[in-house]
């Protein structure tokens, strides 16, 4: 994440989860979502019983910390907050609402300023990344379209590409 932070990808979205709540376990449903899961880093006892208990329950791949890249319905744009099931995985809500859905839409965020302002600290190395549109918990339904996701390197002058982190906490 050093020398390549920025991850760049392309969405569509054809309409937003309509009883989506990023708060609430009954709610945690997105119309669209990108997983940038790290390694392993150093847990402390609690945290590695926890992983432990989750690998004699069958989960195996576990990772400990996640960045959500989500596309919600009710959150402001650059809210982070911690996801509803785990305090492992911040959700980073780049678009809220139906304002864009049913056109492609370009996103740009740095991972390394969004993971320090999420959990504090530097990142591990990044081990993961994956796309989601569930709705298994609201039983709404969603469309979404994911291309050209990949990381890149920071632009060489000073400008930004996140629109800054706000707590949603």
Do not use: Q
């Amino acid at each position: 994440l050093n020398e390549y932070p920025i991850l760049e990808w392309r969405w569509k979205v054809e309409e937003v989860v309509e009883d989506g709540n990023a708060r609430t376990e009954d709610g945690d449903d997105y119309a669209a979502r990108i997983y940038v899961t790290f390694d392993y880093d150093d847990l402390g006892l609690g945290d590695r019983l926890k992983v432990a208990a989750l690998r004699t329950l069958g989960y195996d791949d576990i990772p400990t910390r996640a960045l959500n890249y989500i596309w919600a319905n009710r959150v402001d744009r650059s809210t982070i907050l911690e996801n509803a099931f785990s305090d492992w995985v911040m959700m980073v809500a780049v678009r809220s609402g139906e304002a864009d859905t049913g056109r492609w839409v370009r996103e740009r965020r740095n991972v390394l300023e969004d993971y320090r302002a999420a959990f504090g600290g530097d990142p591990p190395p990044v081990n993961g990344v994956a796309i989601m549109t569930d709705t298994d918990n609201t039983g709404g339904t969603a469309t979404a379209y994911y291309g050209d996701i990949l990381f890149r390197a920071a632009p060489s002058d000073s400008t930004t590409v996140t629109d800054g982190p706000s707590s949603g906490k």
